[in-house]
């Protein structure tokens, strides 16, 4: 699941002719009310690129599409996490609710940082050992025709776990110490990271108001000596210079801003919702051990007559639960190793970027405090 | 308090020096104070600036803003650096101001209205000079005299509502008008406000720029007297020493009112008595005094034939440079008050990343997330200290200008208000005048006596009162011309401070990355 996707970009008899890494979402544009985005892929075979447009829609299809109920063990497949959809109002504002929704994804210009985050999830599912395999993806990527006109198969994505009734399966204790320790440790950790992340966002949006009101100071000051006619001319210098410190101090909030939004932001968002997409891996492996469990004291208080088929209808759950046992072990494997992989990846480009931007300013700063040394004593 | 001071070294040297002609004959020798004509220091060399903090960090640890600190009643000493009196030294970092004798040549205006010590009240040399406006001339700094003051050690003393602070002030001089070099007294908020009361009856009149005192603070001080010891009544009181510091380095750094006996006694000596009519005179309401005066100037009928529009134009410019600085210390608030938010976000975020590096499996990765939790710690620290910068540099500077520009209006009122007592003298006059040639006309000897009398008394009161017409014109024009200069070094000192304290910020900043990029390599 690491982004440079520097190994498999192939697997064996995938059936992806894309390239995972080479998948890119490059921008949207509003068509009336419906956010178009652009993806350009290439070819394994010849480089060749390729270019689709798509809508949210199309996204939303594949994701379905990616779940076979009938196949079992696919059950045992964490998904990759498909942001939820971006409602853009006519003047393209963040407004609350959609700020509330989707946090990092719906800040940064032209949602920029909402294409990353739905690039991030083609390029998981290119990478994904079984499903890249599903023609959905190819289809989407390369189909001219938009594939969202067929409507999909209603999935079980949503949330099973929220689901009223379903709840009190959550808590049930599990056969395996390897999965019940998943299962606390990833309620803890998806709770933490929630938080961690809307907490960072407030950091974020704090910054944001402190550039704009920054840059309010350095206008009005302009304002003013550009109005005033006067004769203190030494006065309306230093004003000057206090105006575009102001003006420094405003690019500083900024790009501090966007450094969180794009590296550590982004990186704590994808963690919160892959931690939900393991949470409901695991839910639906819980549900099937709580239906094989029902499925055995069936079996058992069965009278003879029905003992065979009760003992059948048992063999079939415990088989599913065994296939999905085992991919999902397999899974959580893997997810634990990328999201390391992902973290690392999003606190080093954090990192380097703020330290950047960090000596950018101090060098602005510097220029600025030897311009107001020379302006002459009065 | 009657004291003459020692005469200055070089007294016979500077009267030996001086270019320009005396216009007057002796008549300043008799002035006890009156040095020969010369100022105790210059106000505006060519070398120094009337008022020079010191390049020392205005907010390091010691003399800052008590941002991350538990506030309790102790540590208000804390906050203040918890200066002892060994650390004499330290307790003038921030203090000083520099100021030389000025052994050259007189400048080009005389310096007729100088306070004495030998009358209680101001009697002004009438000069026969002509008033012109000359620049002054560029002086040379030899002897510098230092005079340092520092603000600090807020205590409160007594309880409940008849509580009130008590500050510590230091003064380090070497200026012999002082009867020692080092001493201090204890002194509170309405003793300052005394002060200032004292000096604007005296000299606001005669045109001078009198310094504003902080504002009173009904919200501000009962909650310190109630003893609610949080952050934001140990803000308070920070931020109130700070500006009566600041209010008496500007008082200082005002030649005349230097050498006004009673901001001697106020530094020195060691009781004060009670000042109690500063109800009405605190800044807030002697700028509503100013501000009906105004009011009262503006509706004179009589308007001021102006002989050169510099008077007009300069108010004006006054007025709207008061508008204009009121404006931006609201935007500087804001920029305040986000900050805050900034620091408040930050530290419960690092809280959060602190929780979640703690229950990361992964060793490295724990760790990385923990060292960041305690980057973003640190971070919320620069935010605190700049916050408080933003306000101590910028938000104060703004606000004592606007109070500072109100008492510049002040003496453009006052001018007027001359003026119109000479204009009323002439009408006088003129009234008398015509009394007199009525009883001529009607012969009546033993009243014209007295109406030849009151001529003569109102005579010599035109004379006086357009001889004080002109003086405080040529006060105002020098007046708001040391001003301005002191206002743009002023405001430029603070923007120098300010940028290097960013300067400082942004540097540790980059040391806390530095630090943790090899951690978030690290991580596998």
């Known amino acids: 699941m690491n982004r440079s996707g520097k190994t498999a970009d192939t697997m064996e008899g995938s059936g992806l002719t894309i390239s995972a890494s080479s998948i890119k979402v490059n921008e949207a544009t509003l068509d009336e009310d419906t956010l178009v985005f652009s993806i350009t892929s290439q070819k394994l075979s010849n480089g060749m690129g390729v270019c689709v447009c798509r809508t949210y829609e199309d996204f939303e299809w594949l994701q379905q599409s990616l779940f076979a109920p009938d196949e079992p063990d696919l059950h045992g497949v964490i998904f990759p996490p498909l942001p939820a959809k971006l409602i853009m109002s006519p003047q393209s504002q963040i407004n609350n609710k959609t700020l509330k929704q989707l946090g990092f994804l719906a800040l940064g210009d032209c949602c920029r940082t909402y294409c990353e985050a739905l690039e991030l999830y083609l390029q998981q599912v290119a990478l994904h050992p079984i499903l890249s395999k599903n023609k959905a993806l190819e289809t989407l990527l390369t189909n001219t025709e938009s594939p969202g006109k067929q409507r999909a198969k209603k999935g079980i994505f949503n949330r099973l776990s929220q689901v009223m009734e379903e709840k009190r399966k959550e808590s049930h204790k599990d056969v395996d110490d390897f999965f019940q320790n998943e299962r606390d440790n990833n309620s803890n950790m998806t709770a933490l990271t929630k938080v961690t992340t809307e907490r960072f966002l407030d950091v974020v949006l704090a910054e944001q108001r402190l550039s704009v009101a920054s840059k309010h100071l350095s206008s009005s000051i302009q304002l003013w000596v550009n109005q005033e006619d006067s004769a203190n001319a030494a006065f309306s210098k230093i004003c000057l210079k206090t105006s575009k410190v102001f003006e420094t101090i405003k690019r500083n909030f900024e790009k501090t801003a966007e450094n969180n939004i794009s590296t550590l932001g982004l990186g704590l968002d994808l963690q919160s919702r892959y931690q939900e997409a393991e949470k409901e891996m695991l839910f639906r492996r819980t549900c099937k051990l709580v239906e094989l469990e029902a499925a055995n004291k069936n079996t058992e208080r069965a009278k003879a007559n029905k003992k065979g088929i009760m003992e059948e209808v048992r063999n079939v759950l415990e088989k599913q639960f065994d296939g999905m046992s085992s991919m999902a072990r397999q899974e959580v494997g893997r997810f634990h190793q990328s999201r390391v992989a992902l973290l690392r990846t999003a606190l080093v480009s954090w990192c380097e970027q703020q330290l950047n931007t960090a000596t950018e300013i101090a060098a602005l700063y510097s220029e600025h405090l030897e311009a107001c040394q020379k302006l002459p004593e009065e | ?524």
């Open chain 2, 1 to 524: 308090m009657e004291r003459k001071p020692p005469p200055f070294p070089d007294s016979e040297e500077q009267e030996a020096h001086s270019e320009k002609a005396e216009e007057e004959s002796g008549d300043d020798d008799d002035d006890d104070d009156d040095d020969g004509g010369e100022d105790i220091f210059t106000g505006n060399g060519a070398r120094t600036a009337p008022l020079v903090l010191n390049a020392q960090d205005l907010f390091s640890e010691e003399g800052s803003y008590p941002g991350v600190q538990e506030p309790s009643v102790d540590n208000q000493h804390a906050s203040n650096g918890l200066r002892s009196d060994d650390d004499e030294q330290d307790l003038f970092a921030e203090a000083r101001v520099e100021l030389s004798l000025d052994r050259s040549s007189t400048k080009g205006i005389r310096e007729v209205t100088r306070s004495s010590p030998s009358a209680p009240d101001i009697s002004y040399k009438s000069s026969t000079s002509k008033m012109s406006f000359e620049k002054p001339e560029e002086e040379e700094s030899n002897d510098k005299f230092e005079l340092n003051i520092a603000v600090t050690h807020p205590e409160k003393v007594g309880d409940g509502m008849n509580a009130y602070m008590v500050y510590k002030v230091s003064t380090q001089t070497t200026l012999p008008m002082f009867k020692s070099r080092a001493f201090s007294v204890r002194r509170r908020f309405s003793d300052f406000l005394g002060l200032f009361e004292k000096l604007s009856e005296k000299h606001a009149q005669n045109g001078y720029i009198v310094p504003l005192p902080p504002e009173k603070s009904v919200v501000g001080m009962t909650k310190v007297k109630v003893g609610k010891e949080d952050t934001s009544s140990t803000e308070f009181v920070e931020k109130r020493r700070a500006a009566l510091e600041r209010y008496l380095h500007r008082v200082v750094s005002h030649q005349n009112l230097l050498q006004d006996p009673d901001v001697r006694e106020f530094l020195e000596k060691d009781e004060l008595p009670r000042a109690v009519s500063t109800q009405t005179l605190s800044g807030a309401g002697f700028l509503k005094m100013i501000n009906k005066a105004s009011d009262a100037v503006n509706k004179m009928t009589i308007k001021m034939n102006e002989s050169d529009n510099w008077f007009e134009e300069k108010l004006q410019e006054v007025e709207n440079e008061e508008q204009q600085l009121r404006k931006l210390h609201a935007v500087v608030d804001a920029l305040v008050n986000h900050r805050k938010d900034l620091c408040g976000n930050t530290a419960v975020f690092a809280k959060s990343m602190a929780m979640l590096g703690n229950s990361e499996d992964n060793t490295a990765l724990s760790r990385a997330l923990s060292q960041l939790a305690e980057v973003e710690d640190k971070m919320e620290q620069l935010h605190q200290e700049q916050a408080s910068n933003d306000f101590f540099i910028f938000a104060e500077l703004l606000a004592d200008y606007v109070r500072l520009l109100g008492g510049v209006r002040n003496c453009f009122d006052q001018r007027i208000k001359t003026w119109q007592r000479w204009q009323d003298a002439q009408s006088t006059l003129q009234k008398k005048r015509e009394v007199e040639a009525k009883l001529l006309w009607a012969n009546k000897p033993d009243k014209l006596q007295q109406a030849k009398d009151e001529i003569t008394e109102w005579e010599a009161k035109v004379t006086q009162y357009e001889r004080d017409f002109e003086r405080i014109c040529a006060t105002v024009r020098k007046e708001v011309l040391r001003f301005e200069k002191e206002k743009s070094n002023d405001f430029k000192v603070h923007i120098i401070k300010y940028l290097e304290s960013l300067l400082v910020s942004q540097q540790r900043l980059i040391k806390y990355w530095e630090a943790f990029l090899p951690e978030a390599k690290a991580i596998s």
